[in-house]
């Protein structure tokens, strides 16, 4: 599919076929939006642009440290935008292609930062005067996209610190959420570094208007303020990682003791035998300091004492788990 903005009377219009690329001039184009295009409308629009345009597989090798490169007739970038699933996110790469005052999109899904430019270029034709503009604009929005982003995962991180505060069962579905949330955290962060080094590879570049300077700091500034949020948003699961981790390991320990003494009691005789007879058990220092200093209702329940069928039980029963 492709659909072509251009200028005609003060407003934009928009066609959604090649062959109009005969009849619209050149300097009226804004921006041509290739959306899982054919290759008949691929090959137009690069006999239209004058330059190459690079396929989907091109576009996704190409390392992250390359992702911006020029000519002299044409800026070329290519960033991942992420999109939030139930529970995972996913990346869709897309590549920008400027040359001249036209700005050329290609993807395989729709995207809502897309989707919005286009609303608003149709509604605001006097203030997308050039491709250059449309392209700041799709920035802008996906990173306040990003931002959202961001905020969904701290209140997610929330959430789970309630649970734990409050005492819920953990479980080891539990930790898996807490896995995955840092897998999302951590990959917001990437998809937003990449979009910080396509704007820092534009600042430098002689071929894009300096009067756009001012926006595109701006948004270097939001990209920072939002690494520093993903940076503290992955301390904060690493902390509840770590706390969810030590109450298990309390757990345990608890479990551990239970186990311990009745070992203790019964590693030295047959556990038929003390079911029929007292067993000659001796109260040593160990047991005493797990059972504690609770009051015992038999007077010769002291250390170093034999413990009978009726003393065995009570020290059972008194186990603090």
């Given amino acids: 599919m492709i659909e072509i903005f251009y200028k005609k009377d003060g407003q934009i219009m928009v066609s959604q076929s090649e062959a109009d690329f005969a009849t619209i001039p050149y300097d009226d184009v804004i921006w041509i939006d290739l959306f899982s295009p054919s290759g008949e409308e691929k090959r137009a629009t690069e006999v239209f642009l004058g330059t190459t345009i690079q396929n989907r597989a091109q576009a996704e090798e190409i390392e992250i440290s390359s992702r911006f ?3 002299e007739q044409a800026i070329f970038a290519n960033t991942s935008f992420l999109i939030p699933g139930p529970e995972e996110y996913t990346e869709e790469t897309v590549s920008f292609i400027l040359a001249g005052n036209i700005l050329t999109t290609l993807r395989e899904c729709p995207l809502r930062s897309f989707t919005d430019l286009q609303r608003r270029l149709l509604a605001f034709p006097k203030i997308y005067s050039s491709g250059h503009v449309a392209f700041l604009s799709i920035l802008e929005q996906r990173i306040d996209l990003d931002a959202d982003m961001v905020e969904l995962v701290s209140k997610e991180i929330n959430q789970y610190n309630k649970k734990v505060s409050l005492g819920e069962d953990i479980s080891e579905e539990f930790l898996i959420d807490i896995n ?13 570094i990449d979009k910080q080094r396509v704007i820092s590879s534009i600042l430098k570049s002689a071929n894009y208007p300096k009067e756009y300077q001012p926006r595109l700091n701006v948004l270097l500034k939001d990209i920072s303020s939002l ?13 509840l990682q770590n706390t969810v981790l030590g109450i298990i390991n309390l757990d345990q320990n608890k479990i551990m003791k239970v186990f311990t003494l009745v070992s203790l009691m019964l590693i030295s ?10 067993c000659p058990f001796r109260l040593d220092r160990n047991i005493r300091m797990v059972v504690g200093d609770s009051p015992c209702p038999h ?22 788990i």
């Avoid at 999302?184 to 937003?192: A, D, F, G, S, V």
């Avoid at 690494?227 to 992955?234: A, L, P, S, V």
């Fill in 180 to 192: 995955q949330l840092q897998d999302n955290t951590m990959l917001i962060r990437e998809n937003i």
């Fill in 69 to 71: 490169s020029e000519t």
């Fill in 299 to 320: 007077d010769h329940f002291h250390n170093g004492d034999l413990l009978g069928i009726q003393e065995t039980q009570y020290v059972l029963n008194h186990i603090t």
């Fill in 269 to 278: 005789y047959p556990y038929s035998q003390f079911l029929r007879y007292e």
């Fill in 227 to 239: 690494i520093n949020h993903t940076d503290f948003g992955f301390e904060r699961l690493e902390y």
